[in-house]
């Protein structure tokens, strides 16, 4: 939070698990008013919305919403908007100064399209005509060191994820031993 408060640019590098997507822009609700928050696919952003939401106690829209093609889930009430990056990227085109947004996240940075290097580049240059806009880049696997080595300014924040066991079971190698399988 003091991060994002004291610098224009913040980089955050975190395990999957340790709530980049979910966590960090409602954290954020409570300084700032307005936050987008990219994702690289639209069913990324209608779920990442919809879990928030609920985590909330609210319906989709309300404080939390999202924005895809062909989709729209907001309100005069929203505050954190998930949005796909193309849908940013012709905001921005449309609305330059974007005046009502205080931050933008854009979360997992690492899958690099034309649409997020667009929208890096008009938030970059918004940042200096209006100094006040936040911009976090998020990802497990952000490229830290490059991305320090071109914004030297920025704070780097590394956050421990938690790692879920996984185990292996196997179907039986044929069909047949599937059908009579004694499952009791």
Not at 22 to 48: D, G, H, K, M, N
Not at 133 to 147: C, E, H, K, P, Y
């Amino acid at each position: 939070m003091a991060a994002v408060q004291q610098h224009p640019l913040v980089l955050l590098e975190a395990e999957p698990g340790a709530g980049k997507t979910t966590r960090v822009p409602t954290a954020l609700l409570e300084v700032y008013a307005r936050i987008w928050v990219t994702e690289p696919r639209r069913l990324a952003a209608r779920l990442a919305a919809g879990y928030v939401a609920r985590e909330r106690g609210e319906a989709v829209g309300a404080t939390i919403g999202y924005a895809v093609r062909f989709d729209d889930r907001r309100t005069a009430a929203t505050r954190v908007v998930y949005a796909t990056e193309g849908i940013l990227a012709r905001r921005l085109q449309n609305d330059p100064q974007i005046a009502d947004t205080d931050v933008v996240i854009l979360d997992e940075f690492h899958e690099r399209h034309v649409d997020t290097d667009l929208c890096f580049a008009l938030l970059r240059a918004l940042q200096a005509r209006r100094p006040s806009l936040r911009v976090v880049l998020m990802s497990a696997t952000l490229g830290a060191q490059r991305l320090q080595q071109q914004f030297p300014a920025a704070p780097l924040i590394s956050a421990p994820g938690r790692t879920f066991p996984v185990e292996i079971e196997h179907l039986p190698e044929t069909l047949s031993d599937i059908y009579f399988c004694n499952f009791s």
